[in-house]
């Protein structure tokens, strides 16, 4: 079945620094995808980043990037250079089923991880 | 401008009493879904809809009711809610399948008293 695990509810990382935050899936599909959006407090949901099952390097957007690690079924979000404006929720999600034939009707999405920005 | 809305943005309400949550895109997405949101439990998903007349369950459908008339519009229905259905409600749509991102709407807060 599927699964999406964020172990980290809470992080702390100093402003300028670089922060990982932590992601595991469990899937028995070969075509999936894995996204990761962000909540600040006003409670919008924001589009991050995506990477493809297929995808042969790590998606990067802007500073943010996901390092892909397909044997260990890990999908961990790098921001890089924090901001105090980064301070929000995060969550990791997947979509399974091929492209071709129009699948990814289900998407499941981990516990979130709660990043905090100090100046 | 590209969106999806939802209404209404706040809710409250009282055992048994049905409410009908409404979403609609205006960029001619094939897909839709309902989502809620609570403490320590991420967001879960309720319905989905990957096409016109074709709805499927989520993994908490329980409760909850969907229909998909026309391409833009995806209304969720409590026809008996209670007060363990109180939680951030959102839509979302995509194009298409697996590897399209989803835009989600501003959410709903139901209370459920």
């Known amino acids: 079945a599927q699964k999406i695990t964020q172990t980290q509810p809470g992080m702390f990382v100093q402003e300028k620094e670089a922060v990982t935050l932590d992601c595991t899936y469990d899937t028995s599909d070969q075509s999936y995808g894995l996204f990761w959006y962000k909540q600040p407090s006003s409670g919008e949901m924001i589009f991050l980043i995506y990477?493809?099952?297929?995808?042969?390097q790590n998606a990067t957007e802007g500073r943010y990037s996901l390092n892909f690690q397909k044997a260990r079924k890990s999908a961990n979000l790098v921001i890089s250079a924090s901001q105090l404006g980064d301070s929000a929720m995060y969550f990791c999600a997947m979509r399974e089923g091929s492209v071709i034939y129009n699948q990814g009707g289900k998407l499941i999405f981990g516990q979130g991880t709660e990043l905090s920005v100090k100046p | 401008e590209a969106q999806v809305t939802q209404n209404p943005r706040y809710l409250i309400t009282v055992t048994g009493k049905k409410l009908t949550v409404t979403c609609s895109q205006n960029m001619n997405h094939e897909y839709m879904s309902w989502y809620r949101q609570d403490p320590g439990l991420g967001l879960r998903q309720i319905y989905y809809?990957?096409?016109?007349?074709?709805?499927d369950k989520g993994d908490v459908p329980e409760g909850y009711k969907v229909s998909r008339k026309e391409k833009r519009n995806f209304p969720l229905i409590l026809e008996s809610p209670s007060p363990n259905q109180t939680s951030l409600y959102f839509c979302?749509?995509?194009?298409?399948?697996?590897?399209?991102?989803?835009?989600f709407g501003s959410g709903t807060q139901l209370s459920v008293l």
């Open positions: 809809s990957m096409n016109v007349e074709a709805t």
């Open positions: 990477q493809g099952s297929y995808d042969e």
């Open positions: 979302a749509s995509s194009l298409g399948s697996t590897g399209e991102k989803l835009f």
